[in-house]
C-alpha cells in the first residue's frame, strides 16, 4: 500500500466526481486492488481483494489525516467496498450518505448510490466520452444504446441534439435515467425504450437515422451481451442506422480484449465504418498497459 500511501497525502477534492487513485493501472505495484473515487460529499474505497484490518485500519488513517488537512469543517463521509467473484461488500465506515445523492461532472447532474452493488449509475472512467459527445451533439439526433442510467442522453441534449432515443434491456436503470434528466431540466427530447436491443431493430429502424450512436454495452453479462460473441451481431445492423457521414463511438471495457479486437470486428462486419481516432480516458485512469483500459473509438459512415 506503499503508492496509495505516497499519492493520498497529495490529492485534492473538487465539486465534480472523479477518480482520486487508480490502483487498477498497475502504476503502483502492490495496490493493483485498490481505487478511491470522489462523490461529493462522500469518498468510496474500493479494494479487489480482502484486507485485513490493519490494512483497512492504515488507509483509513491516511484518508482521515487527508480530509482533515482539505475539510477541517467537514464530516468525513466514508464508504469502503470489496468486490470479489462478481460480489460486492459495502460498508459505511464514517458519516453517512445523502438518501438522494446527486453528484456533478461538466456542468451535469446525476444520482448515485454507492450502498448498492458495484455500478453506481455513472462510470467514471467515461467522463471524456461524455465531454466529447456534449461538444459534437448540436442538431443531431442520437441513438444511446445500452443506455443505462441516460448519461450520454443528459450531456447530448445540454450540447443540443435535437432527440435522442435511449434503450437498455433494465428498467430500472432507465427509471434513474429519466430523473437524471429532470435533474438537469431536460424534460423533453428524450424516448426510454425498454428493450432488448437484438429483439428490437425494427424499432429502431424506423425511429432513425441516426447522427451519432453510441455503443456502451457490457463486456461480458450473460443474458444481455459478451463482447466477443455478440459485438458482431451488433456491428452487423449499425451501418443501417447511421445517416450519411453519422458518427458511431463503439465502447469496450474488457481488459482481456484490446482495441485490436474491436477494429478487426468493425472491418469483417462494418466495412462501411471508417476508423477515426481513439477517444482518450481520464488521465487519472492511465494504465500499465493502455489496451487493458476503457476502449472508446470513434468511426463514421463511409
Known amino acids: 500500500m506503499k503508492g496509495f500511501l505516497q499519492i493520498v497525502p497529495n490529492l485534492t477534492f473538487g465539486d465534480d466526481v472523479c477518480r482520486l487513485f487508480h490502483g487498477r ?10 481505487c478511491l473515487d470522489w462523490y461529493k460529499p462522500v469518498l468510496l474505497l474500493t479494494s479487489f481483494k480482502m484486507l485485513e484490518t490493519e490494512q483497512l485500519d492504515e488507509l483509513v488513517i491516511a484518508i482521515k489525516a487527508l480530509w482533515q488537512q482539505q475539510r477541517p469543517t467537514e ?47 455513472l462510470f467514471l472512467d467515461m467522463a471524456n466520452g461524455r465531454a466529447w459527445v456534449k461538444q459534437h451533439a448540436k442538431h443531431k439526433k442520437v441513438l444511446n444504446l445500452f443506455a443505462y442510467t441516460c448519461g450520454f442522453s443528459v450531456v447530448a441534449l445540454q450540447g443540443g441534439a435535437d432527440e435522442v432515443v435511449n434503450m437498455d434491456m433494465s428498467k430500472g436503470a432507465l427509471s434513474i435515467g429519466k430523473q437524471n434528466h429532470v435533474l438537469n431540466d431536460l ?22 437515422p441516426y447522427d451519432l450512436i453510441v455503443a456502451d454495452p457490457p463486456s461480458n453479462q450473460r443474458g444481455s451481451f459478451v463482447a466477443t460473441k455478440d459485438y458482431e451481431r451488433l456491428l452487423k445492423r449499425l451501418p443501417d442506422l447511421l445517416a450519411p457521414q453519422g458518427e458511431v463511438l463503439l465502447c469496450l471495457n474488457a481488459p482481456e480484449l484490446g482495441c485490436d479486437f474491436l477494429m478487426q470486428q468493425v472491418a469483417n462486419t462494418a466495412p462501411q465504418l471508417s476508423y477515426v481516432e481513439r477517444i482518450a480516458n481520464p488521465s487519472v485512469f492511465a494504465d500499465i498497459d493502455e489496451q487493458k483500459s476503457l476502449k472508446v473509438l470513434r468511426y463514421r459512415m463511409s
Open 75 to 121: 464530516t468525513l463521509n466514508l464508504v469502503y467496498q470489496y468486490r470479489h467473484g462478481g460480489q460486492t461488500f459495502s460498508e459505511l465506515l464514517h458519516g453517512e450518505v445523502p438518501e438522494q445523492h446527486i453528484v456533478t461532472e461538466n456542468g451535469a447532474r446525476f444520482l448515485v448510490h454507492l450502498l448498492r452493488g458495484q455500478n453506481h449509475g
Open 25 to 34: 493501472g498497475g502504476l503502483f505495484v502492490g495496490d493493483e486492488h485498490l
Open 187 to 208: 424534460p423533453a427530447g428524450a424516448r426510454y425504450l425498454g428493450h432488448d436491443i437484438f429483439k428490437s431493430w425494427g424499432k429502431l429502424t424506423k425511429l432513425g
